[in-house]
């Protein structure tokens, strides 16, 4: 089974504070991303990598960045976290669209990050 | 610009009714894929289904069936005799020649069935 775990699953952190979210996936896909899911708003797409030390910005990329060191980790980075950040953030990784299984997206639990 | 619209917000059924969960996308690409995807009150989001733009067939699982229809942009869901266990927020979801597999998500569906 694919695994892609979260490193935190809650946190609270402070306005300004620089907040890394971790990612790690066990079945060696190229694709992973980075969404937030807000009540009303579904699931935004934040940034999304299809291989190591590439990265691409999704639709709301702004006050975000992203890491790729390694294949099987994927980190969401806030610079300087703000209270419009409070949000749960979902990491995901995918086969490569040459498999065939493109888009099939398999989901870590979800890190809920409160900024006060 | 919303390119997945789900106008339903909130479905309430009871057990055995079939529901139909509906899905309105828009692309100008003549490639792209159209997705399912549950989220269970667990939270975890699921894969259901994957279509490609160049298969109209439709797709029977069990008690799930997708309607695919291009004529009309749509991609619709449908559960027969409910269950409760199918309480979950259901994601429709678009994917385009140049995303890289990135998906554009609805708001999503959800779903209540009540015993």
């Known amino acids: 089974d694919v695994k892609v775990t979260q490193s935190s699953r809650y946190l609270v952190k402070r306005t300004g504070e620089k907040v890394f979210l971790e990612c790690v996936q066990d079945?060696?896909?190229?694709?992973m991303f980075w969404y937030r899911q807000d009540p009303g708003l579904g699931l935004r797409l934040i940034y999304f990598?299809?291989?190591?030390?590439?990265?691409e910005k999704g639709d709301i990329p702004e006050g975000y960045s992203v890491s790729r060191e390694k294949k099987e980790r994927f980190s969401l980075i806030l610079e300087s976290a703000s209270t419009n950040q409070t949000s749960m953030y979902l990491c995901?990784?995918?086969?490569?669209?040459?498999?065939?299984?493109?888009?099939?997206?398999?989901f870590g639990e979800g890190s809920r990050l409160t900024v006060l | 610009a919303q390119k997945v619209t789900q106008a339903q917000t909130e479905i309430s059924v009871v057990e055995k009714e079939d529901v139909t969960l509906d899905c309105v996308y828009e692309?100008?690409?003549?490639?792209?894929?159209l997705f399912w995807y549950k989220q269970p009150p667990s939270g975890e989001l699921v894969f259901l289904i994957r279509?490609?733009?160049?298969?109209?067939q439709n797709e029977i699982s069990g008690r799930y069936s997708w309607n695919f229809q291009k004529s009309t942009s749509s991609f619709n869901f449908t559960i027969t005799a409910s269950q409760v266990v199918d309480s979950a927020v259901y994601f429709c979801?678009?994917?385009?020649?140049?995303?890289?597999?990135?998906?554009?998500f609805g708001k999503g569906t959800s779903l209540l069935v009540t015993p």
């Open positions: 979801a678009l994917s385009e020649t140049n995303s890289g597999y990135a998906l554009n």
């Open positions: 995901a990784s995918s086969f490569p669209g040459t498999s065939g299984r493109g888009g099939e997206l398999f």
């Open positions: 990598s299809y291989d190591v030390k590439m990265k």
């Open positions: 079945m060696d896909h190229e694709n």
């Open positions: 279509r490609n733009s160049f298969d109209e």
């Open positions: 692309t100008r690409d003549t490639t792209y894929y």
